[in-house]
T-cell receptor, first 119, second 114 residues
Framework: AQKVTQAQTEISVVEKEDVTLDCVYE???????LFWYKQPPSGELVFLIR??????QNEISGRYSWNFQKSTSSFNFTITASQVVDSAVYFC????????????????FGKGTHLIIQP | DAGVTQSPTHLIKTRGQQVTLRCSPK?????VSWYQQALGQGPQFIFQ???????QRGNFPDRFSGHQFPNYSSELNVNALLLGDSALYLC?????????????FGPGTRLTVL
């Protein structure tokens, strides 16, 4: 069965510090997709990135970067020069089968990491 | 371009009652998924609807049922409510049923069962 573990329940840093959110996943499939979502206090999940299991290239988008390592089953997320607006709960998620009805259970989310950026 | 909308925003029910939650997908999307998010937890997949049929289902009892209408909007019904059903219910829409498609989430419905 698929599983996502986010061991860091809460992280608190001072503005402008760099911060890394950890994500470790378990899956039986060779084809799968990994996601990161941000959930601000309003509650609406905001899509940040999607990665497929065949693409281990790291990705950078502005102050955000992601490190995908199949060897350690990890998909970590780094925010550089954090800002107060980055404060939110961040979720890592996994999707196994590609097609609906293939036995997959939609997206499997971790428990989330509550990131607090102090001014 | 309207995003995913959900109604109502908040709901208070008592044990044993039944509840219906509603979701309108993002314009152009034809697939709706429902998730339950308990306090302090990540969302858990309930089920997914496409072409008015339930296509996938997570580990939830039959008390949880749904429906999708021809205009792609969807309802989540929960019967015989339990205290443990108290949670934020999130609706997500996407284009097509491929599980890697980006899902757009609504703001959720906060259900409290007393």
């Amino acid at each position: 069965a698929q599983k996502v573990t986010q061991a860091q329940t809460e992280i608190s840093v001072v503005e402008k510090e760099d911060v890394t959110l950890d994500c470790v996943y378990e899956t039986r499939d060779t084809t799968y997709y990994l996601f990161w979502y941000k959930q601000p206090p309003s509650g609406e999940l905001v899509f940040l990135i999607r990665r497929n299991s065949f693409d281990e290239q790291n990705e950078i988008s502005g102050r955000y970067s992601w490190n995908f390592q199949k060897s350690t089953s990890s998909f970590n997320f780094t925010i550089t020069a954090s800002q107060v607006v980055d404060s939110a709960v961040y979720f890592c998620a996994l999707s196994e089968a590609v097609y609906s009805g293939g036995g997959a259970d939609g997206l499997t989310f971790g428990k989330g990491t509550h990131l607090i950026i102090q001014p | 371009d309207a995003g995913v909308t959900q109604s109502p925003t908040h709901l208070i029910k008592t044990r044993g009652q039944q509840v219906t939650l509603r979701c309108s997908p993002k314009s152009g999307h034809d697939t709706v998924s429902w998730y339950q998010q308990a306090l302090g937890q990540g969302p858990q997949f309930i089920f997914q609807y496409y072409e008015e049929e339930e296509r996938q289902r997570g580990n939830f009892p039959d008390r949880f049922s749904g429906h999708q209408f021809p205009n792609y909007s969807s309802e989540l019904n929960v019967n015989a409510l339990l205290l443990g059903d108290s949670a934020l219910y999130l609706c997500a829409s996407s284009l097509g049923v491929l599980n890697y498609n980006e899902q757009f989430f609504g703001p959720g419905t906060r259900l409290t069962v007393l």
